[in-house]
């Protein structure tokens, strides 16, 4: 199902806990160096350069991504490209989700439900972006705030839910779970913000 053609319509994820937040990644496998601020699906087939035209599910399984944390006792965490995408695709007017390696089917009423209540509690953001916080320790080495800081700083300030890593586990499915805000992607394609943010008012929770 996935072909180097529809590669980039999908992301990468890890399941990484906030006490394991990666500072940096790097890709492992034949060809691959440097590392990246953020874990984006271009840089990967950026890096692959000439050998993408080869890219097979194969390929997938035993290439890795590595998360280097801030802390050097801790060792790099690590998984095969293929158990981190994150993404779906349409066959044959069936959608199917992967998560952790593993397709689902995902059913069109429950698709429809969650685009329908992100059409409707979407609103237009209207503010420039907001510029991470430089911190700096006493001898003036600086690092940006972390993503989490982030989110959880413009929730409290403009009085709003906070939907990151706040996770829905499907039942009976071991490691099902997928962050709430992320269910509205798909709708999110057509929005003039394609990358909402993960916050919705409190009248609306």
Known sequence: MITRSNLNEFELGLP??????????????????????????RDYLRALGDDLATLDVEKLCSQYIAAITDDPAKPERKWSIHAALVGSLTVDDHLFAIN???????????????????????????????????????????HYEREEDFNERLAAEFNHCLFDQKLIDIPDIQRSGFEAWRTSSAAARSSPHPHPLPFCRFADC
Not at 103 to 112: G, I, P, T
């Open 100 to 142: 952790d390696g593993e397709w689902y089917q995902l059913d069109e009423a429950f698709k429809n439900s969650i685009e329908d209540m992100f059409l409707e509690l979407r609103e237009i953001w209207p503010y420039p972006p907001f510029p991470l916080k430089k911190i700096y320790d006493n001898e003036g080495n600086g």
């Open 16 to 41: 990484i806990t906030p006490e394991d937040e990666a500072v940096a990644y790097k890709f492992i496998g034949p060809g691959l160096r440097g590392r990246y601020p953020d874990l984006m699906m």
